[in-house]
């Protein structure tokens, strides 16, 4: 901004790692004049308070989201279904960004000058809005399939790889909501459907 290059815009994903639900990547340009206060790596805040600077991000910002798939995580790979939703995400957004600041080391493809920072969720405001708003939408979403599918605990353990969600694979078997190129998922279909070799 120093430099007059705007807008810029923060952009970072959640959800690489469970073995259901999407990978959800957010984009947001903060309002210079009205940045909310206390924005943070969305990991390092309670659920109360990533609900509270959501609404007021969405508030005062200009905000997109997209999300990949599970079919697309497994078509693509994990890696490139994240570089696609970090992408589709920037360009759903209002006005193009001059600039964009992604979150690790590496960037999605976008029709601006971009910058990875290793951490950035918890050092760069437009990045930690970013993160903070693709957990909640993700929560949120999980929170929904817990509803829709109630014997896998979604809303308890938002689709990662717990104990109890585990537990709940071995009796009733992936979902369409299951990745199921990842190696657990992948482990109950064989058991309840073989080898396909």
Request: contains cysteine; charged residues 20%; positive net charge.
């Amino acid at each position: 901004m120093a430099r007059g290059i705007l807008p810029v815009a923060g952009a970072d994903e959640v959800g690489r790692g469970p073995l259901a639900g999407p990978v959800v990547a957010a984009a947001v340009v903060l309002d210079p004049a009205h940045v909310p206060a206390g924005l943070n790596d969305s990991k390092k805040l309670t659920a109360k308070r990533r609900e509270a600077l959501y609404a007021e991000i969405c508030a005062t910002a200009e905000v997109a989201v997209s999300l990949a798939p599970p079919a697309r995580i497994d078509r693509d790979n994990i890696r490139q279904a994240t570089l696609w939703a970090l992408a589709q995400a920037v360009a759903g957004l209002p006005r193009p960004p001059a600039m964009l600041l992604v979150d690790g080391n590496d960037p999605p493809e976008a029709a601006c000058a971009v910058e990875a920072i290793v951490g950035g969720d918890g050092l760069v405001a437009s990045i930690a809005a970013a993160s903070i708003v693709a957990k909640v939408v993700r929560d949120r979403l999980m929170v929904q399939l817990g509803a829709a599918f109630p014997v896998y605990g979604f809303e308890r353990h938002m689709g990662y790889g717990t104990a109890l969600h585990a537990a709940a694979l071995r009796a009733h078997g992936p979902c369409r909501h299951h990745r199921q190129s990842f190696a657990p998922v992948r482990a109950q279909q064989m058991k309840l459907f073989g080898s396909r070799d």
